[in-house]
């Protein structure tokens, strides 16, 4: 999508915005060069640019928007201080974006946001204990990643029952860690990667498929029910559905439905977990069945 805006055949002075969710900017003209170059203008730098020079730095906000978060809990500083550095050193050579929070205890851990995808935690500290903390935590439905860091041996079977991506007993394994790190980031990347792309003459967005929890279609026009906001714009729901993943459904003739937030279903009606209500038509109730048992399989 971004390349065929980039290769736009432009032979006029053309006016319009660009908008992402990586940037926003405002472009008063552009040209066709002799030598197929586009550039363009910008009003608030007044600068010209090669587009190949935009690209790029649009595929480096991209990266800055992937990036993993991370955290480390841990009353021991000193091992805080060094696992942040190995961390680090093992990220820089995968060359993966990262930003890394230390904490030293439960509660300025849970005083802060909790948007990191990844936390390092140890089991014996002060106040709450990490098996505690990460119990609180799944409780809040927080969807990240765990990593226990400790020197105890007794507690694999409560990391378990928190869903922990693994268990390093100190002094931590080299190897050990660098494996748990690539599950981490599989797993990241994987789950930012989905995303669908929405544009027209005038703006452009990227939203990802797992934030979607409805769409419907009235007038030609299609409403994109997000966990934050609702995006509209015109097209056709049979377009939009080709873009969609094996989680979403389409229940009706002007609805589509992420399946990872039904919460229930009856005498027609879906219900989710935000309380909006789906209508089911006749033609698509099986279908909705068999795509529901199919989600729970592929979840279990």
Known sequence: MINSLFQLPLKKWRYFCFFSVFHFVFIK???????????????????????????????????????????????????????????????????????????????????????????????????????SLARC???????????????????????FEVEAIDYLCKPIDDLRLENALKRTLKRHN???????????????????LCDILYCEVMNRKIYLHTQKDVVTFYGKLKDLE????ENFVKCHRSYIVNLAFIQEYSNGW?????????????????VLLDAMLEFMERRN
């Open 29 to 131: 003209k552009m040209v066709y060069c002799p030598q197929n170059c586009l550039l363009y203008y910008s009003v608030s730098e007044n600068l010209f640019l090669t587009f190949e020079h935009f690209h790029t730095a649009l595929q480096e906000s991209y990266r800055s928007f992937i990036m993993i978060k991370i955290s480390i809990c841990d009353d021991d500083r000193i091992f805080c201080r060094q696992l942040k550095q190995t961390v680090s050193q093992k990220l820089d050579g995968l060359k993966e974006p990262y930003t890394i929070t230390c904490h030293y205890n439960s509660a300025s851990l849970m005083a802060g946001p909790m948007d990191f995808d990844l936390l390092f935690l140890d089991i014996q500290m002060a106040g709450m204990d990490g098996i």
């Open 137 to 159: 935590l799944r409780q809040q439905d927080f969807p990240g990643a765990i990593i226990f860091t400790t020197i105890l041996k007794d507690c694999m079977l409560d990391a």
């Open 190 to 208: 994987t789950q930012n990667e989905k995303h669908l792309f929405i544009h027209t003459m005038n703006w452009c967005r990227s939203v990802r």
């Open 242 to 245: 080709k873009q969609l993943d």
């Open 270 to 286: 879906i219900l989710l977990e935000n309380q909006s209500q789906i209508p089911v038509s006749r033609p698509h109730h099986q």
